[in-house]
């Protein structure tokens, strides 16, 4: 598989604080990959940096190269095009990123005609066409409707529109059936799901649920502090994890078929700036030795995948069996 957008390294800072720190990952052409970790773990500032879009102040470090492109070096127009055409973003909260004062129609082809990618008229038609393939029926009536009349599934039904309009190779989906209606968030993520499968485009999808991550993807590529701390094929990383905070995520999820004591991971998550020098999640980790409190262990290849914990090789088996 072709690696379409590779991260390495990534480093975010404020100032002196480092919010993000080593994070790699790559996402092939056509691929899914989940990026799962708790909350302020690095994921949407992470993604943020992909897309050059961080907040004022944040400033990103590393590498992050989009299909042989350096996304940090790019220039003003190479940005805008970038931006534009070869990624697209799907917020958490649509009414966040939606301008009230306009139509959906408005909102939804506004981005391709700007660019000067389609004529206001073909955008028109082409909106229309895909509100209809995410199941949108009267996609006449809704392009002149404004926000505040759609509801929230539907609105996110007119962002997922809005993102593939211009046809992205890659969509980043931060989080984007979580602030739904549970009975719509399943509706939702099928729809996104259909529409990136049948085009062939790639998706980075952000969340906290690793059971969620697992079943919509291809591989998986698990946060924490700021760094990944295990990447793999999604079966493989869920039947046999090889980094205890994976495991003690596996075991903290209830499960639907068998009755059994949920297991929380003790301790709280850290931001990246307090994680000390040895391995960021040692403070929590039954497993953690002197040395993986004074020592960053490396990432490195294991059973096909990758993972950064110095006791990896020997903890495989008994991590299996807390998870089974
Ligand atoms: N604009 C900002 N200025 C300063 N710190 C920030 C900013 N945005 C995020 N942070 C900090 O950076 C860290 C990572 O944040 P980020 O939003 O990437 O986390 P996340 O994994 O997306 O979490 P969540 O699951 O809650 O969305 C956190 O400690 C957060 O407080
Ligand atoms: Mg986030």
Redesign the pocket.
């Known amino acids: 598989m072709n690696t379409l957008l590779a991260v390495r390294e990534l480093q975010v800072h404020?100032a002196d604080r480092t919010?993000v720190d080593g994070a790699s990952l790559t996402v092939g052409t056509a691929e899914s990959v989940g990026l799962v970790?708790e909350?302020?773990?690095?994921?949407?500032?992470?993604i943020k940096a992909a897309m050059r879009l961080l907040?004022r102040g944040?400033k990103a470090s590393g590498e992050i190269v989009f299909d042989g492109e350096n996304v940090l070096s790019m220039a003003r127009k190479e940005l805008a095009r970038y931006r534009a055409s070869d990624v697209a973003l799907i917020h958490q909260d649509p009414r966040a990123h939606i301008n009230p004062s306009r139509t959906i129609g408005q909102f939804v082809t506004e981005g391709v005609v700007d660019t000067g990618q389609m004529p206001a008229a073909e955008a028109w038609d082409a909106a229309c066409a895909l509100m209809r393939d995410v199941g949108i029926g009267d996609a006449e009536r809704r392009m002149h409707q404004y926000p505040h009349q759609l509801s929230g599934g539907l609105l996110q039904r007119v962002m997922i529109v809005a993102a593939l309009l211009p046809g992205p190779r890659l969509i980043f989906a931060d989080?984007p059936t979580t602030a739904l209606d549970v009975t719509v968030q399943s509706e939702v993520m099928a729809i996104l799901l259909e529409q990136i499968r049948e085009r062939d485009r790639s998706l980075l999808f952000?969340t906290?649920d690793l059971d969620l991550a697992a079943a919509v993807t291809d591989r998986l590529a698990v946060?924490y502090a700021g760094t990944i701390v295990e990447t793999g094929r999604s079966e493989d990383l869920c039947a046999r994890p090889l980094h205890p905070y994976t495991a003690g995520l596996l075991r903290s999820r209830p499960s639907a078929t068998r009755v059994r004591r949920l297991q929380a991971i003790p301790g709280r998550p850290v931001?990246a700036y307090e994680a000390g020098p040895g391995c960021p999640f040692s403070a929590r980790c039954a497993f953690a030795e002197d040395r993986c409190q004074t020592e960053r262990p490396p990432r490195r290849e294991l059973e096909g995948r990758e993972v950064a914990c110095h006791r990896a090789e020997e903890l495989a088996g008994s991590l299996r069996e807390r998870v089974s």
């Open positions: 404020l919010l970790g909350s302020g773990s690095g994921k949407s500032l992470s907040p944040l989080e952000v906290h946060m931001p």
